[in-house]
């Protein structure tokens, strides 16, 4: 397993288990106006998600059609939580086929903000990773505020995780 296919491995174990304790709260809570730049809880969520979805349409070589970074509309949490389990199971199988050339190989995109960027393959995957990471983190701490604990998503708990169920 390469270091690519380990970290998408290990944002679909952390992302299961932040929407696992996510799901479980109210409505009102995950609409809720915070103090954060997305507004609310779903809509830092959402946010994250569409984001995996520009990204993954970059490694495509498609369009992926936003404008924004940050959707007025979201899904059900349900619904969301669903599309971020399947896109999370996408960059699992998408990392895991890559080989090392095709890791290297550089991917040319249009941010949503405009101007040109060019990134390899692998570190478009690192971002991901750690683009969903920062945004759980900005989750958590609207977690702690309601008095919810968010679950321990560390990456040294993950590979405790994965080497415990080898």
């Known amino acids: 397993m390469h270091y690519a296919h380990k970290l998408a491995l290990y944002k679909q174990w952390a992302d299961d288990l932040f929407l696992s304790v996510v799901c479980t709260l109210p409505e009102s809570e995950l609409l809720a106006p915070r103090p954060i730049v997305f507004g609310s809880l779903i809509r830092t969520l959402n946010h ?41 199971q996408w960059y699992v199988e998408y990392a895991g086929a890559l080989s090392q050339h095709r890791l290297t190989e550089i991917v040319e995109f249009d941010f949503i903000g405009g101007g040109r960027g060019a990134m390899s393959r692998s570190d478009i ?26 679950p321990t998503t560390d990456y040294p708990v993950f590979l405790r995780e994965l080497v415990s169920e080898a």
């Open 48 to 88: 994250t998600y569409a984001m995996d979805y520009v990204w993954q349409s970059h490694l495509l070589g498609k369009p992926h059609g936003l404008a924004t970074r940050n959707p007025e509309s979201h899904p059900p949490m349900a619904e969301l939580a669903a599309a971020q389990r399947e896109m999370d």
């Open 125 to 150: 995957l690192l971002h991901v990773v750690n683009h969903a990471t920062y945004h759980r983190g900005h989750a958590a701490d609207i977690l702690y505020h309601i008095k919810v604990f968010p």
